[in-house]
């Protein structure tokens, strides 16, 4: 299934829950700061969706988008 993440990263305290719960990995943290003087999370490709991110964030920071299932068809 491919998904995709938006990250409000102003939002963001750093608190780096994000990043070891992600399955494929695709979480890491900025170098620079938001403009509350925190690093916030940079999404690489390759998410999948698992929305663990989204549940562990206490600043609610997440937000997961998933692509439609593609029916197949049969003749």
Partial sequence: MR???TIDVELCKGCLLCIP???????EMSETVN???YRYPLLL???TGWELC???CPDFCF???R?????EHTS
């Fill in 3 to 5: 998904a995709t993440v």
């Fill in 63 to 65: 937000e997961v988008f």
């Fill in 35 to 37: 403009r509350k003087g």
């Fill in 54 to 56: 989204a549940k562990v």
């Fill in 21 to 27: 719960v992600c399955p494929p990995r695709v979480l």
């Fill in 45 to 47: 490709d390759g998410c």
């Fill in 67 to 71: 692509a439609p299932l593609q029916k």
